[in-house]
């Protein structure tokens, strides 16, 4: 949903409203996946009340990074999905209210 734009992080007030924009219509243009397919509400989110539909109190994020498994690229994967598991894992030494749950 933030079409791999990390700009869009430094500023809370349009992250939020790509957000909401993209939860209501995650097949618009600039809510497409990196692989030009919609990424489904029910999918990304979770636990917001699914008869109001008030997807930002929602408690639940999935995120998905797709990479390039090439056999050529497998070692420095291997070596980023070994660096950002430890990185998650320390966040969630650091916040008791955060919990990470990790599929690869």
């Known amino acids: 949903w933030m079409d791999n734009d990390r700009n ?5 007030a349009e992250y939020i409203k ?23 509400t029910n999918v990304v989110l979770g636990g917001y009340d699914a008869v109001s539909l008030k997807y930002m109190d929602s408690n639940t994020l999935a995120i ?19 660096a950002m598991k430890e990185y998650l894992l320390e966040q969630t030494g650091k916040r008791k209210d955060l919990k990470i749950a990790f599929s690869t």
């Open 8 to 12: 869009l992080l430094d500023n809370p």
């Open 18 to 40: 790509r957000l909401e924009l993209c939860a209501e219509a995650s097949a618009l243009p600039e809510c497409l996946a990196s692989f030009r397919g919609p990424s489904a």
């Open 64 to 82: 998905t990074f797709a990479l390039d498994g090439s056999e050529a690229k497998l070692a420095n994967i291997l070596k980023w999905e070994t």
